[in-house]
């Protein structure tokens, strides 16, 4: 006998194992789309019409956020941690002569990386 009321637990633990669970939930940074590109320079046209031309030398991510109203706002995250937040409208990847790899994010702009102000 008491061996059968050891027996109902461990079958219907082993049974609960058994049924597929849901997959975690995903994160908000999955939600953001990644691409690795070699680049050697980045020219943008800023708010004012001016063109500025940078090269991606030390340059290690480019987040573009695609749910900022009326121009294009970029987050440049260089490798000893500085960073620069550009409102352009327009942007252009060359991959001319010496390139770097550099990885490239299109996100929202709850997802930035610039410091939040009070």
């Known amino acids: 006998m008491k061996a ?13 194992a058994m049924v597929p669970q849901d997959p975690a ?7 953001d789309q990644v691409a690795i590109v070699p680049v050697s320079e980045f020219k943008y046209t800023t708010l004012q019409g001016a063109d500025r031309v940078l090269s991606a030398r030390n340059v290690v991510e ?4 695609e749910d900022h109203p009326h121009n294009i706002r970029l987050e440049l995250i260089y490798e000893n941690g500085d960073y620069s937040m550009i409102d352009a409208t327009e942007f252009h990847v ?25």
């Open 94 to 118: 060359l991959r001319s002569g010496t390139t770097r790899e550099v990885k490239l994010v299109r996100g929202k702009l709850a997802r930035m990386r610039f410091p939040r102000l009070p």
């Open 25 to 31: 939930p995903q994160s908000p940074a999955s939600t």
């Open 62 to 65: 480019i987040r573009l956020f």
């Open 4 to 16: 059968w009321k050891f027996l109902v637990p461990v079958s219907v633990a082993a049974a609960l």
